[in-house]
């Protein structure tokens, strides 16, 4: 069984060697708690994330695996209201506007990264989408985008490939469990 948060080493534990950010504010949610009550939020209230959340947010993408730790990543957090409202304009991108952050992940296409960016660069989004939900901040995926579009708007150039977008913010709504496959679907012991 996870040991909650609060059980994991203290900020003065000589075995502790988290930096302050990723120390930050102590939660007490199990992590498979947040995993497991996690849902996708696209109504926001109008509310910043404050400094030191938005920092942790996103310092949880930065510990995120990646293959030959080539961290193949780079993300863009647009908080300006009139980027966000030129990419809110197709409904499955509706909810960027009223974010208090999106974030745009990039992947490296460099001969070196190109095999293993997208998967890197989306593990550290959804670490980003657990450690949000942990300090009580919804997200949203957003792969409803076009691509030059985006890379056009925020300068982006060639060597990038844009993976996703997530929207972040307060939660305005309570979402609903989404219907899963029955875990007999989708698993397979010793074979498919
Ligand atoms: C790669 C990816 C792309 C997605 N793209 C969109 C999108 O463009 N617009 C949107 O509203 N939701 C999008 N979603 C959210 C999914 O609709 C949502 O995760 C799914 O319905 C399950 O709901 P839940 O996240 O609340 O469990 C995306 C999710 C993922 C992982």
């Known amino acids: 069984m996870e040991k909650p948060f609060h059980l ?50 996103l310092e949880a993408g930065r510990q995120a695996p990646s293959a030959a730790n080539r961290q193949p990543w780079h993300f863009i957090v647009l908080t300006d209201d009139r980027i966000k409202g030129r990419l809110s304009k197709w409904l499955f991108t509706k909810h960027i506007k009223n974010s208090s952050v999106t974030i745009v992940g990039c992947a490296n296409t460099g001969l070196l990264d190109r095999r293993w960016s997208t998967i890197g660069t989306s593990i550290a989004l959804q670490n980003m989408v657990i450690a949000a939900w942990a300090m009580g901040v919804g997200s949203c995926w957003i792969g409803g985008f076009k691509e030059n579009e985006v890379k056009k708007l925020l300068g982006i150039s060639d060597k990038w490939k844009v993976v996703a977008l997530v929207s972040f913010g307060y939660p305005s709504e309570k979402s609903h469990a989404k219907r899963r496959k029955p875990i007999e679907k989708i698993v397979g012991y010793n074979k498919f």
């Not at 900020?11 to 708690?33: E, F, I, K």
């Open 8 to 57: 994991l080493p203290q900020n003065d534990s000589p075995t502790d060697d988290r930096t302050p950010l990723m120390r930050g504010r102590s939660h007490s949610m199990s992590l498979v708690d947040v995993i497991l009550g996690r849902r996708s939020i696209r109504r926001f209230e109008q509310k910043e994330i404050p400094k030191d959340i938005l920092d942790r947010i």
